[in-house]
């Protein structure tokens, strides 16, 4: 301290400043000096240790891109091949029911009976028509023999003989309409009783014994359903369905067989084939139906049926990542990124669907990117980070 300065503390007539006696003490000590510079910096050195040591540890991994087979999945509903109404052909009152609901029936098998009292009277009555009718033209064609011989003599003229002829003619369509009002009251008959058309299973019945039908009732008596074979109905959005066709060149028989996953999860034995796109899009949904046929050997799937259809598909460089290593926040989907300062970024991600146990990634992040790949639950942007010396191992194929 230089001699004014001193001379002027020691002055102040409001705080004065009386000279230390010992000298370890005085401001311009070197050992004084020495110290304070020592303490200085050794506590500048512990809260910089401090800091560093506040800094998790925690495993890095770097993102990777490579060929991935993708399975995309679209609800589905199921239905039989042919899901006939079963109604009638003639009226009457039913009087028989052979089946119960839920039963499985062959083709042509009786399934209803309906009383055909009134039908088999008017066989009876085409049957007598008939006789009538043939003993008709029996007595015309004698008729006509008979004048044809007496053309000779000329005893007849030939407006009798066209006349006979007339008369025969007659009675032959008289037999042939006889005999179609036999045929149309036989049809009638075998309508009273309802077969199968097809082979299947029974849906609800809607009338009893004892119930007036017709052809014109509004409800069928029931539905069959045909499931040797059944068709599994889905939807894909536009830009699916534009992949699709790009992928495919448009061509159905290009495209790969289907897998189904039925209602409880599990998938189906058999593999179907898309058979059929609909025409237009619809405009309240903005997706196209297609087809998928499916061989129903045992019968699992029923008409009425859910389920999901999963379509493979291939993905060249595809930018994979860990499901695990993700969070998602409000629907959205986020990944914790590393950057040279070695402070996470937290970065939204889009996705276009998974394979495995990774994330295929359309944007948010990109191949060489180094993220967190666990531990990063109450990280947040800026928080610095310290890599950890060695990933665990349930972590190292993480991309597989």
Same mark, same amino acid.
């Given at each position: ?248 060149? =448009? /061509? ?5 067989? *289907?897998?189904?996953? %039925?209602?409880? @999860?599990? $998938? #189906?034995?058999?593999? &179907? ?79 276009? =669907? /998974? ?5 295929? *990634?359309?944007?948010? %992040?990109?191949? @060489?990117? $180094? #993220?967190?790949?666990? &531990? ?25």
């Amino acid at each position: 301290m230089s001699k004014s300065i001193r001379s002027i503390l020691l002055n102040d007539p409001v705080n004065p400043v009386k000279p230390l006696k010992n000298k370890l003490f005085q401001i311009g000590s070197p050992g004084l000096l020495l110290s304070i510079f020592l303490m200085t910096g050794c506590g500048q050195n512990n809260q910089e240790a401090g800091w560093n040591q506040g800094a998790p540890e925690l495993p890095f991994a770097v993102v990777q891109q490579q060929n991935v087979a993708v399975e995309k999945e679209y609800s589905a509903s199921i239905e039989g091949i042919a899901n006939v109404e079963i109604r009638p052909q003639v009226s009457g009152y039913l009087s028989k029911i052979y089946v119960d609901e839920g039963e499985y029936v062959k083709a042509g098998q009786p399934l209803f009976k309906l009383d055909d009292g009134v039908y088999q009277e008017q066989l009876r009555t085409a049957q007598a028509a008939l006789t009538t009718a043939k003993a008709s033209l029996l007595t015309a064609k004698i008729n006509l023999d008979r004048k044809k011989e007496l053309v000779s003599s000329k005893v007849v003229t030939d407006i009798q003989i066209q006349e006979a002829q007339a008369t025969y003619d007659g009675a032959q369509g008289a037999v042939a309409q006889a005999e179609s009002a036999i045929e149309s009251a036989r049809i009638n008959v075998n309508f009273s009783t309802i077969k199968a058309p097809v082979s299947g299973y029974i849906g609800r019945l809607n009338y009893r014994p004892g119930s007036l039908l017709s052809p014109t009732n509004v409800e069928s008596i029931t539905v069959l359903s045909d499931i040797q074979e059944v068709y599994v109905y889905f939807s894909m959005s536009e830009n699916d369905f534009v992949d699709f066709q790009q992928r495919y060149d =448009g /061509k159905l028989n290009n495209a790969p067989a *289907v897998d189904l996953l %039925i209602s409880n @999860g599990s $998938k #189906y034995e058999l593999q &179907g084939k898309i058979d059929a796109i609909d025409g237009q899009f619809s405009r309240t949904t903005g997706s196209i139906t297609m087809r998928a046929k499916f061989s129903n050997p045992k019968l699992l799937l029923r008409s009425g049926n859910t389920g999901r259809i999963v379509l493979g598909q291939n993905h060249d460089n595809a930018i994979l990542f860990p499901i695990s290593s993700t969070m998602s926040i409000q629907d959205r989907i986020f990944a914790y990124s590393v950057d040279q300062e070695s402070k996470v970024v937290q970065l939204p991600i889009q996705v276009s =669907g /998974k394979s495995g146990q990774n994330f295929i *990634v359309t944007d948010g %992040i990109k191949p @060489g990117d $180094k #993220y967190i790949v666990s &531990g990063f639950e109450r990280l947040q942007s800026g928080d610095a980070v310290v890599e950890q010396k060695s990933v665990p191992e349930e972590h190292k194929n993480s991309h597989n």
